[in-house]
């Protein structure tokens, strides 16, 4: 099949095959044109963000908002924030710590970015990549999904702690969970002392059968007593949020749908059924699907 086309500049009329036809509008022009927004967090009254720019060679760039100093870009002009654990990435910022504490593109280091020091190394140990990363207050540390590729064969998935009193200290590392081979949404309870999990194994994907656990973490942060919720129910579990220490969130397929579920005393129950998704895939680790107001309700979204 050809088409005939008509010259921008003249009246002649030339004939090009089918799919060779020139065109002003390129896949490059498209693309460049769409921002994109992800992991938006509030921390010390200002909003921070990735945004996602495609003519910057797809650089992932860390953005703040406050009502006093507006829009702005935090950190140095060619950081990207951006992670690779499991491969499709996911959440790679933090804002906490005074600051935000983000994943960088380039090396797979941890950073702790700010106005004042927009790169100072957290992690510096090769071979490592980190996502879904929280903070643990009161031990001055950061919990994270830790991927190793230091040695051979498949990586080794962990939840891994980061000390944040010497981030320049070899052993400023510590893997608190292992075993299966992956992780997802480490949740820390308000106090500090139960620390909430998703893992899986091969052949299945997340969406298949997940395992939710619960452990309490001793006066070391060593995570003792751990209990599987859902032993032998084989469901999806997604996004497990505590909304305070004794009360545990999290998303389950086990109606057939993606419905949000609460465990509390030793007994799960459906919190709100409806033929409808509240949760989606995890394709990237440590996506966000609903969130508490104050007072306890539930801003969510579904299909």
């Known amino acids: 099949m050809n088409k005939e086309v008509q010259k921008p500049n003249d009246r002649d009329i030339s004939t090009a095959p089918y799919g060779s036809w020139a065109s002003p509008v390129s896949g490059d022009l498209l693309s460049s ?5 992800s992991d938006l967090q509030f921390s010390d009254g200002a909003l921070f963000w990735r945004e996602h720019r495609p003519k910057e060679g797809g650089r992932f760039a860390l953005m ?3 009502e006093e100093e507006g829009v702005a870009e935090v950190g140095a002009p060619s950081f990207s924030a951006k992670t690779r ?74 939840i891994s702690m980061i000390a944040l009193d010497d981030p320049s200290a070899d052993d400023n590392q510590h893997v608190l969970i292992e ?23 091969h052949p299945n994907m997340p969406w298949d059968n997940t395992s939710l656990w619960v452990g309490d973490l001793d006066e070391k942060g060593e995570v003792t007593n751990r209990r599987e919720l859902n032993d032998g129910i084989g469901d999806s579990i997604l996004q497990p949020k505590w909304l ?19 465990w509390k005393n030793g007994e799960v129950r459906l919190v709100h059924e409806r033929n409808a998704d509240f949760g989606f895939p995890l394709w990237w680790v440590g996506e966000r699907h609903y969130d508490f107001l104050p007072g306890g309700d539930i801003v969510t979204r579904y299909i």
């Open 179 to 201: 075993g299966a081979d992956f992780y997802a949404y480490p949740s820390l309870s308000p106090d500090g002392k139960k620390i909430a999990w998703v893992s899986w194994d």
């Open 64 to 66: 703040r908002f406050s």
């Open 33 to 37: 044109q769409s921002l994109g927004f």
């Open 244 to 262: 305070d220490n004794e009360t545990l969130y999290f998303i389950t397929d086990r109606t057939g749908w993606w419905n949000i579920h609460v």
């Open 85 to 158: 654990v499991h491969e499709y990435g996911g959440r790679a910022v933090l804002a906490a710590a005074g600051g935000v504490i983000a994943s960088s593109g380039d090396d797979d280091q941890l950073y702790r970015v700010s106005p004042e020091n927009p790169s100072a190394p957290l992690t510096a140990i090769g071979g490592l990549r980190f996502a879904d990363f929280i903070e643990d207050s009161y031990r001055h540390r950061i919990i994270a999904v830790r991927e190793d590729h230091r040695e051979e064969g498949e990586p080794k998935n962990t």
